[in-house]
């Protein structure tokens, strides 16, 4: 992990490797986050025998935060690809520092038990206490959230807002600057992912 963090905050790494990175620490963070999912037994037949195994008992649903919870997608589908993926967009207002919701793709009501916060940077934490309130109203009954690299305030504001929703990631880091950015941190992990920064 600690390899794979030091290239992914390396700013001569390109779109593409960080993408990658993005993805494979992403699988690791969610291997811890989804660790206590409830499972049920389930019979197969193997070439030789029959097999009591398992398979999940909780509906997963995925909630990526755009742009940068995207690049988070592919490596949670691999892990649950029968879950599915329902977008939010928030963006942080950088003279103010709160978040402005400009996308929901929420189905109606909540069909799954388990949602899943897709979001690379825990910075400020608006971000995260406002899309875990969204999905509290629309009727999300567990959530977790599901990061890269966080800051101390960050994750004093959502465990503050929703201490009932564990937070996973790989890296707490240092501080925030005084634009809300994390110290020492990555830079902008959508700008990095694809190229506009």
């Not at 700013?11 to 999912?37: G, H, M, Q, S, W």
């Not at 629309?138 to 937070?167: C, F, N, Q, T």
Request: include cysteine; aromatic fraction near 6%.
């Amino acid at each position: 992990m600690q390899e794979k963090l030091t290239r992914l905050r390396d700013e001569r790494t390109p779109p593409k490797i960080f993408r990658e990175l993005v993805a494979e620490i992403a699988t690791l963070v969610l291997y811890e986050a989804t660790a206590d999912l409830q499972l049920a037994e389930h019979e197969v037949r193997t070439p030789l025998a029959p097999y009591t195994g398992a398979r999940l008992a909780e509906a997963v649903g995925l909630v990526p935060v755009l742009r940068a919870g995207i690049g988070m997608v592919e490596a949670a589908l691999e892990l649950i690809p029968e879950a599915p993926v329902w977008h939010l967009g928030l963006f942080r207002d950088e003279r103010t520092l709160l978040p402005i919701s400009y996308y929901n793709k929420l189905p109606s009501s909540a069909p799954v038990q388990v949602c899943l916060v897709l979001d690379p940077m825990l910075a400020t934490g608006g971000s995260a206490v406002a899309t875990v309130d969204v999905l509290k109203k629309w009727g999300a009954p567990r959530i977790k959230y599901v990061g890269i690299i966080g800051a101390p305030e960050g994750v004093r504001a959502l465990s503050s807002a929703h201490p009932d929703v564990p937070i996973h990631l790989a890296a707490l880091d240092e501080r925030l600057n005084e634009k809300g950015y994390i110290v020492p941190g990555l830079g902008d992990a959508g700008d990095r992912q694809f190229g506009t920064g």
